[in-house]
């Protein structure tokens, strides 16, 4: 496992969900082709690490991690914690973001009962999962390409 450098606060960790968010929107964009051939070759690399990362961990592959045979989603949880206990005002800045985001843009859903806290999880998941997914283009930009670590990189937001 690799040692995770320090990052920065609370404000920074905070200030990096959004912008992971958006970088994932902008590698859609590229993926489209909508900015050019080149923008959209490049993208469609990244997108096959990101998603072979993806598919690991959500199946909990068996793969190969520095010469020795490891449970994708365990060394993701595992680099997660790491970074979380390195950093932990940078990932509260994050988690802030998060809960408070989709606990705003969720407030309609509310007065709706049990069917309302149900839209309200799918929204967070859904809105963590663009950042964690932006954080994992990231990574990959800044010269990660093993799968599973851009997954965890994306999740904790990757440089």
């Known amino acids: 496992m690799q040692a ?8 920074d960790g905070f200030k990096q969900y959004f912008s992971d ?8 964009d ?8 080149e923008a959209q070759a ?8 990101l998603m072979a990362g993806v598919r690991a961990v959500s199946l909990d592959l068996q793969v ?10 365990d ?7 790491q970074m979380i206990q390195n950093n932990p005002s940078y990932f509260a800045g994050r988690f802030t973001a998060s809960l ?17 806290l149900i839209s309200t999880f799918v929204l967070g998941m859904s ?9 994992g283009i990231r990574a990959i930009e800044s010269g990660v390409n093993n799968p599973i670590d851009v997954i965890s990189q994306g999740f904790y937001g990757a440089n």
């Open 4 to 11: 995770f450098a320090q990052k920065g606060g609370f404000t």
């Open 21 to 28: 968010q958006a970088k994932f929107l902008s590698h859609l």
């Open 30 to 37: 590229d993926l489209s082709g909508a900015n050019g051939p």
């Open 42 to 49: 490049r993208e469609e690399v990244s997108h096959g690490i």
């Open 64 to 73: 190969t991690y520095n010469g020795k045979v490891v449970s994708a989603r």
């Open 75 to 81: 060394m993701a949880l595992k680099q997660v914690g």
């Open 100 to 116: 408070g985001t989709s606990g705003t843009l969720s407030l309609p859903f509310y007065t709706s009962g049990p069917g309302g």
């Open 127 to 135: 809105l963590q999962t663009t950042a964690t997914l932006g954080g």
